[in-house]
């Protein structure tokens, strides 16, 4: 039967979590689970008992993550889903939920496949982006597709609907923001088709931003351990 596992890692951006549950619930009708992956040290102790009002609904649970960063809170959602398939997206309203509902009628008709939301699609966009940054992360992902002859055109945005499998047969080493190209990469080296699909991404207006221009230089390392 498919259903979701809808991952949402969260540090302290209440008001854009709930505005991207109530998006989401009331545009998808599917079998749906909402995991909650918090951090015991950087979620302030009232935005915990705000979640956990919010958690009146059924479908909404709550867990605190063991590894660091993004990526170790994201490892905690996918050793906690339940359902046929698995989201990963931000609950910072950096990913669009409004695009959610096109991923997942792809998703329904090619189960076996990983749908992939692309800044970069020729219908793609990107808002309030540094223009540095904006070319870099383009320039990355063209010399991605180059080297890892793969047909994706946006290999780090964690932006996706997996089969479960795919991630759960899977061991994965990052914990920061490079997760996101280590956790495409490795399910397509076993067989995995990916699927494109346009969607937006804006810069978080609530909340601190976790990810420095430091981490950008994690995604050269495991580019180049997938190249060699």
Not at 127 to 135: N, Q, T, V
């Amino acid at each position: 039967m498919y259903g979701l596992s809808i991952i949402l890692p969260f540090i302290d951006e209440f008001n854009s979590l709930t505005k991207t549950i109530n998006i989401i619930d009331k545009q998808n009708k599917e079998n749906k689970e909402f995991l909650i992956v918090i951090s015991s040290k950087k979620t302030p102790r009232k935005i915990y008992k705000n979640l956990q009002k919010l958690k009146i609904k059924k479908n909404i649970k709550i867990f605190y993550q063991k590894a660091p960063f993004v990526g170790g809170a994201i490892k905690k959602g996918i050793e906690k889903s339940k359902k046929s398939h698995i989201v990963i997206m931000a609950s910072d309203l950096e990913t669009d939920p409004n695009d959610l509902k096109k991923m997942i009628k792809l998703s329904k008709k090619n189960q076996k496949k990983i749908i992939c939301a692309s800044r970069w699609h020729l219908d793609g966009k990107i808002k309030k982006y540094w223009l540095i940054k904006k070319i870099l992360n383009f320039l990355f992902q063209k010399l991605s597709k180059f080297l890892l002859k793969i047909n994706l055109s946006d290999f780090t945005f964690a932006y996706r609907i997996y089969p479960s499998k795919a991630l759960k047969k899977n061991k994965f080493y990052e914990n920061k923001h490079s997760f996101a190209l280590e956790m495409i990469l490795k399910p397509i080296k076993k067989g995995y088709k990916t699927l494109d699909v346009p969607a937006t991404w804006s810069a978080r207006t609530e909340g601190t931003s976790q990810n420095s221009i430091w981490n950008y230089f994690d995604y050269f390392k495991i580019l180049i351990r997938n190249v060699i």
